[in-house]
């Protein structure tokens, strides 16, 4: 007995361990933005919880809506819409980037698209309720944010500028302006993302 009590403590002691280096990481994107003193970083390490998920893995269904403002710290998550000819990736969250479970932070309705995790990823989910409270009490939030929004908006200005050229161009329209992201997507992901067939990827990249 005493031998499964000892193995039961140990056990609960590596995942304590785990849970605090997960909530690390996410310390230290906070800090890039957040005074150490400033009550509002305490409250948001205080009512986040960091979740990993693996590639394939839903987060969220089209017709379900998780109230969590998520936080990417690791990984890569994206929304495909299913409704059409063939799977669309409607947007992808890398490192430094947030998504939420809803329309938006101020919604709690389905934004209709299937959320899942592209590779292995760590997300820090704040409860929407929590993220709008810290919004109104403190100004350091609301500034935190704004820049994540800003981030999110030139994700979407980019992409719809890739999106309006015709197929063949949009393979080129995207290295030039999301190099980085490129680099981190198989041909499956790129065709989804651009919305066109994987012959067209090959030779889009073989006329570069």
Not at 184 to 196: D, E, G, P, V
């Amino acid at each position: 007995m005493g031998h499964i009590s000892l193995m039961a403590f140990f056990l609960f002691h590596e995942l304590f361990i785990y849970n605090i280096l997960k909530v690390n990481r996410f310390i230290k994107h906070l800090n890039a933005h957040f005074n150490v003193e400033d009550p509002c970083r305490h409250a948001l390490i205080q009512h986040t919880k960091v979740r990993q998920g693996k590639r394939g893995q839903i987060y969220c269904r089209e017709d379900e809506s998780r109230p969590y403002w998520c936080y990417v710290l690791e990984g890569m998550v994206g929304a495909y819409e299913l409704q059409l000819r063939k799977p669309y990736l409607h947007w992808i969250a890398t490192e430094g980037h947030y998504f939420t479970g809803t329309k938006h932070e101020y919604s709690f309705n389905s934004q209709d698209l299937n959320i899942q995790f592209l590779k292995k990823s760590k997300i820090a989910c704040i409860p929407l309720t929590v993220l709008q409270e810290l919004q109104d009490r403190y100004p350091s939030m609301h500034h935190f944010v704004s820049i994540m929004r800003q981030r999110k908006s030139d994700f979407f200005n980019k992409k719809g500028l890739i999106m309006a050229q015709d197929s063949m161009a949009r393979y080129a329209k995207f290295k030039e302006l999301m190099p980085v992201l490129l680099h981190s997507l198989n041909n499956k992901l790129l065709s989804q993302f651009l919305y066109i067939d994987p012959k067209t990827i090959y030779e889009s990249k073989r006329n570069q």
